[in-house]
Each structure stands twice: as structure tokens, then as C-alpha cells.
């Protein structure tokens, strides 16, 4: 099973959940943030896994389904924590509704993406919950570490990747060893398959901390430079901060520390900063570090079959992706 | 096993836990809510009806203790969403830390008390989980539709009813029920410990109602007259409002409609119709008929013991309480 039949599969079961359902005001917000979108990748990435190791993936589909709902209820929840009003070109649900709606509509998609967790065969419950329950435990550590970083200016690299690996990384990995349990597959494969997601995970944001300073505008589909205009503690700001020395390290100072300043002079100016510190090539080579851990983890999995080589393939475009 | 003895073992349960951990911002939240007191009547009726069906009641402990986590969950969020500032004498978390605070560290509760849930013998996990992935979410649309009623004028008895069963009943009888699976009581007994819950739980909201109007305010701990001041739509103002004609009806009106009056005034006119149209009486008859109704079910067990009569003391001192 390839990427595309997997997410047209996930898109076309999404499409069939019913929210038209009372109370109104609690799920509507469910089904608005749900229709929305989203390439689908941890629901998809869910079945391919499993698809390895058995042709009858169906049992998997309400746990991937869980797994979609339980990351959107982050993305609906950070976005009122963030105070954001757009998400995919669509306007987000405190905005579209109100706060109180937000909290308990998402509150609510937690709850709903358990219960679709549940629904897998009996032998698989246990272990399925207990990655689930904790990757998502983690999923808000993540935030919070995200949250705390922003109130201090002596974040480390390590810190960093460990709050990302919380973060972001954790929830594909997790998807991935829950695809793999349901499969049937060994606790060694379903370990290996759990690092190759980790490390995509990781490779991913550290693609997507890139594409925020050097990507394209108009592929990209947000602003180029957010991470740099707000300071946020990316690798590539704690590297050049960590490489800087000199006048360099004061004008990046300068930058971090001025309260007001035209944005895109900021942007303008600390990315030649990084471009003379060689920060573009550090975080490049970071990402293909690990792009290549998750290939390496990949290729020791006891079985080697048509979907092994379409997930490298999955994680070859996520690397190379420009959006 | 008796109230005092089953909330004596889940204090000192959740007294073991250990909140020291990190990120402190996500956890000392959660340490804040569950070390602050509460009569911790969900899980303790949990380990007593599981001690209705067996001495083995210590893995119905983490269950339990899930319980009052969700259960502490929804009080953070719903004061967030109230802009309550004191919970049991003490600042409610959005006020102590702030509101992003407050929203993911109930998120994470509500993910922790899914953990502790799972912690259960294999065999019970699906039944289990079934129930409480239910009453959970059921919680939230009790909590919407309550949300929706404020903005309503033409609720009727029956929808407030319905809403207070799911805002509060079946949270009591799930956890009841949960207690009654964890026993390995039939699936008869199951069903019927459910509706001593969910009747119980209405008495017990129908007797809190009561007293936020005829309450002393010293052992009620509250401010008396909050839902008069607020026009909540309770039962005994909807059926003061079915009740009223001619100039009382036009009093009544008059003070729902009131947008500036002197609190104290407006509490005591409106009780002096709800006494007049004899409100009172009404509602503690409702409260009474669903009391009967929960110990009726509670006689129909295949079990009569000692934790049953302890159940039904229970329910009675919940009814005549008087806080």
C-alpha cells in the first residue's frame, strides 16, 4: 500500500463520519477542523505500517482515525493558545466560534480519539493503549517545554530536539509502532519501525524549521520568516547563536533583544547571519542525519516488501518536500 | 467497605502520586486540582460497589483513581470557561498560573485519567474502557448543552433534566458501573448498579440546586442565591416559570429580564414565588422520587451484603446532606 492509496482510503473514511449529530455547538467545530484537510500523513503512514506485515488492515482504520482526531484536537487547541486565526486558509474554531467552544470541542475530540483507539481487535488493545496513552502524554509535554523555551533565552540544541522530539516526532513514531501492532508484526520490528518514525519525525521538523527561512512563499502557504521575527528557539537560531562570535554575535544580539524593528529587515538580516555562519548547511546536514538513522532503521526490519521500499520512498519526498 | 473507609484508601492513593515532575508547568496543575481536597465520592462508590462482588478491590484502585481525574479535569476547564477564580477556597488554575496553562494541563489530565483507566486486569479492559469513553464524552455534551441554555429562554423540564443527566448523573453511574465490571458482577447487576448511579446523580443535583436557594450559606460553602442572581435555567425555575400566571408570572418575568437589580432583592422576590408557587416542595419531591428510584434498583440486585446497605447509607446521607 502506497502513500496515495492510503490517504485516499483515510480521506474517504474520514468523509463518512456523521458529526451532524447533537449537541451541535460541540461538533460542529469537530467536523469544521476534520473536513479541513491536512495531508493525513500519521492516519496513512498508520495503515501503510500495518499493510506490511498483513493484507487485513482494516481492524486499523478506527485507530488511525483516532490518531487524526487526537492531532487535531492539538492543532485546534494550540492554535487558542497561540491565538491564531487561520489554519489551512480556513478561519480556526475560536475565532470561527468562540474560546469556550474550542476547549470543549477539543476537549471532546481527546475523548473521540480514545474511543476510535478502542476500536480494534481485543488481542491489540492493551499494547495499542498503552503507545497511544503515552505519545500523547508526551505530545503535551512537548507543547509545554514549546511554551516554556519561549519565556528563556538559554534553551540548548539539546533541549531542543528533545522538545520536538516530544512535540512532533513522538505522535508519527507512535502512529507507526501502532500500525506495525496491529499488523501483527514482532516487538523488534514494531521497536525498529518506531525509530525509523522518530527520526522522520525529527528530519521533518527539522525540514520545516528550514522551509520557514528559505522556503518559497508561495509553495511554503504560510509567511516566510515567522521563527525569526518571533525568536523562536529553533536549531538554527541556538546553532547560530552557539557559532556566532564577535560583531556577528552582537548584531545577532542586537536582533533578538530590539523590541520594535521592521519584520523583514529582521528576517532579511538574520538569515545572512545564518548564511555566513553556515547555518543552512548545519541544519541541512541535521536533517539528512537523521533522514538516513530512519532509512537505516528501516532497512533492519525482519521483513523487507514492496511497502518497506514505498514508506523510504514516503520518507525520500517528506525530505525533499518544499511545503 | 463503607464511604469513609473507600475515600480513606483513594486519599492515600492519590497522595502517593507523584506530580514532581517534569515539565513542572504541565504537572503542578494537576498536583494543584488533585492535592486540594473534594469528598472523592466518584472513585470511593467505585471501590465500593467493586467490593460489593469481591475482596479483590485493588485493581479497581487505578480505575478509580482515573475517575477522579477526569472528574478534577473538567472542573479546570469548566472554570476556565466559567472565569471562576476559587475552587474549594483555593485560585483555580487559569487565575494561579493563566489560561494556556490551564487549557493544557486539563488536556493532559484528561489523557492521564484514559492511563490510569487502562491500568486494569486484561479482561476487563474493553468493558471498561467502553463505559468510560461514553460517560466522558457524554460529560462534554451535558457541558455544551448547559452552555447552550444560558443562551435560551425556552427550555423545558425534561431537557434540563436530560442535560443534568449527562453533566453529572452518568459520570456517577459510570464510575459505579466501572466498580461493578472490575467485581465481575453480571451483566444484569451491571445494568442496575448503572441506574442506582444515574437517579442517584439527579437526586444529588437536585438537592444541590435546593440548596443554592434554601441552603445555609455557612454549611453550603457558597454564596446562596447564585443560580437565581445568574436566571440558570434549574428545574425550579422552569417549573416556576410553567406554574406562574397573571402578575406573578409578569414578577417573574420582570426579574429574568432585569438587566440591572440589586442582587440580594432579586434572590429574595424570586424565592418568595418559588415559595408561593410552592417550588420547593416540588423539587424535593423530585428529588425523593429519584432517590426511591436509585434504591429500588439497588434492592433488585442478586447480591444483598453489607456494601449494599453501605450504598444505600450513602445515598441517603447524599440526599439529606446539607452541603
Wanted: aromatic share 8%; with cysteine; charged share 20%.
Amino acid at each position: 500500500m502506497n502513500f496515495a492509496e492510503a490517504s485516499t482510503l483515510i480521506n474517504d473514511e474520514i468523509e463518512k463520519l456523521n458529526w451532524n449529530i447533537e449537541p451541535e455547538g460541540l461538533y460542529a467545530p469537530v467536523q469544521h477542523i476534520l473536513s479541513n484537510g491536512g495531508k493525513r500523513l500519521r492516519p496513512s503512514i498508520l495503515l501503510m505500517t500495518s499493510s506490511i506485515f498483513t493484507q487485513e488492515t482494516s481492524h486499523a482504520i478506527a485507530p488511525a482515525i483516532g490518531v487524526e482526531i487526537f492531532h487535531n484536537s492539538t492543532l485546534l487547541h494550540d492554535d487558542l493558545m497561540d491565538g491564531a486565526t487561520l489554519r489551512r486558509n480556513q478561519e480556526t474554531v475560536h475565532v470561527k466560534w468562540n474560546d469556550n467552544t474550542a476547549i470543549l470541542s477539543g476537549d471532546a475530540m481527546i475523548l473521540l480519539a480514545s474511543k476510535f483507539m478502542c476500536n480494534c481487535p481485543s488481542q491489540y488493545l492493551k499494547p495499542v493503549l498503552e503507545v497511544y496513552n503515552k505519545i500523547a502524554l508526551e505530545v503535551c509535554d512537548g507543547q509545554q517545554y514549546d511554551m516554556d523555551f519561549e519565556q528563556r533565552t538559554d534553551v540548548t540544541i539539546n533541549e531542543y530536539l528533545q522538545m520536538i522530539e516530544l512535540k512532533t516526532a513522538v505522535l508519527l513514531a507512535g502512529s507507526i509502532k501502532i500500525g506495525a501492532i496491529l499488523g501483527g508484526a514482532s516487538v523488534g520490528d514494531q521497536d525498529k519501525l518506531y525509530r525509523f518514525g522518530v527520526n522522520l519525525g525529527l528530519a521533518f521538523q527539522m525540514v520545516d524549521d528550514l522551509l520557514d527561512v528559505y522556503g518559497d512563499e508561495a509553495t511554503f502557504g504560510k509567511e516566510i520568516g515567522g521563527d525569526i521575527a518571533s525568536n523562536k528557539k529553533t536549531f538554527m537560531l541556538i546553532s547560530a547563536m552557539d557559532r556566532a562570535s564577535g560583531q556577528t554575535r552582537e548584531k545577532l544580539q542586537g536582533w533578538l533583544h530590539a523590541e520594535t524593528f521592521n519584520r523583514d529587515e529582521k528576517i532579511k538580516e538574520v538569515t545572512a547571519i545564518y548564511n555566513a555562519l553556515g547555518i543552512k548547511q548545519l541544519a541541512e546536514e541535521k536533517a539528512e542525519a537523521y533522514f538516513h538513522q530512519s532509512l537505516e532503521a528501516l532497512s533492519q526490519l525482519s521483513v523487507q516488501n514492496e511497502t518497506v521500499t514505498q514508506l523510504a520512498d514516503l520518507a525520500t519526498q517528506m525530505l525533499k518536500r518544499n511545503n
